[in-house]
């Protein structure tokens, strides 16, 4: 069974950093996409970022400019490098998985990201 488990999220103050990681427990090259998806209080979740295999990324307009996510395959590990990051970013994130790009067949528990003003 895979498992997926963030971690790095915490409180950070607006306009500061935070990094988030995504253990994947078998061969992170097996899924053809991963992505990261938030879910802000009172909210629906929504997708953040994806990759694919090949390195595509895509973003979400709020994301653009602000967040990078990235891979190491040999770590079996995705990352979230957001910067510059405001209030409206505090939300639950959770990383996912997809084989064939038709769903999200595997999540993570996720992690708390709360920005201060």
């Known amino acids: 069974q895979v498992q997926l488990v963030e971690s790095g999220g915490g409180s950070v103050q607006a306009g500061g950093s935070v990094r988030l990681s995504c253990i994947v427990s078998?061969?992170?090259?097996?899924?053809?996409?991963m992505g990261w998806f938030r879910r802000p209080p009172g909210e629906m979740r929504e997708r953040v970022a994806t990759?694919?295999?090949?390195?595509?990324?895509m973003y979400a307009e709020s994301a653009k400019g602000r967040f990078t996510i990235s891979k190491d395959n040999a770590k079996n590990t995705l990352y979230l490098q957001m910067n510059g990051v405001k209030p409206e970013d505090t939300a639950w994130y959770s990383c996912?998985?997809?084989?064939?790009?038709?769903?999200?067949?595997?999540w993570g528990q996720g992690t708390q990201v709360t920005v201060s003003s």
């Open positions: 996912a998985a997809s084989v064939l790009y038709s769903r999200w067949d595997y």
């Open positions: 078998g061969d992170i090259h097996n899924f053809g996409r």
């Open positions: 990759i694919d295999r090949d390195g595509t990324e």
